[in-house]
Nanobody, 118 residues
Framework: QVQLVESGGGLVQAGGSLRLSCAVS????????MGWYRQQAPDKQRELVA????????VYGASVKGRCTVSGESVKMTIDLQMSSLQPEDTAVYYC???????????WGQGTQVTVSS
């Protein structure tokens, strides 16, 4: 069973920065992607923030491009998300996600709240 443990999050003022971290573990697990999604409200879909591939390539969502940097260590299966110039619309629950193959739904962390005050 795959486990994802998230840390970071909290309250930050508009224009500020925040770093989220996620550690993935699981017996015999090998990921193809690790990344972050966010959900701004319970009735909204989760949207991509950023993910990285095992090969080290990074893909960013349109709403955060230029304001976020994703980094990680493939062997340790950790991924960090550094966010800057945060705005109130970045307020959301941020979820760590990983999958072993491109065709599967993957596994999710429990989510961590990020609140940006104006």
């Amino acid at each position: 069973q795959v486990q994802l443990v998230e840390s970071g999050g909290g309250l930050v003022q508009a224009g500020g920065s925040l770093r989220l971290s996620c550690a993935v573990s699981g017996r015999g697990f090998s990921f193809v992607t690790m990344g972050w999604y966010r959900q701004q409200a319970p009735d909204k879909q989760r949207e991509l923030v950023a993910y990285m591939t095992r090969g080290g390539s990074a893909v960013y969502g349109a709403s955060v491009k230029g304001r976020c940097t994703v980094s990680g260590e493939s062997v340790k299966m950790t991924i960090d998300l550094q966010m800057s110039s945060l705005q109130p619309e970045d307020t959301a629950v941020y979820y760590c996600h990983t999958r072993a193959t491109l065709g599967e739904a993957g596994s999710w962390g429990q989510g961590t709240q990020v609140t940006v005050s104006s």
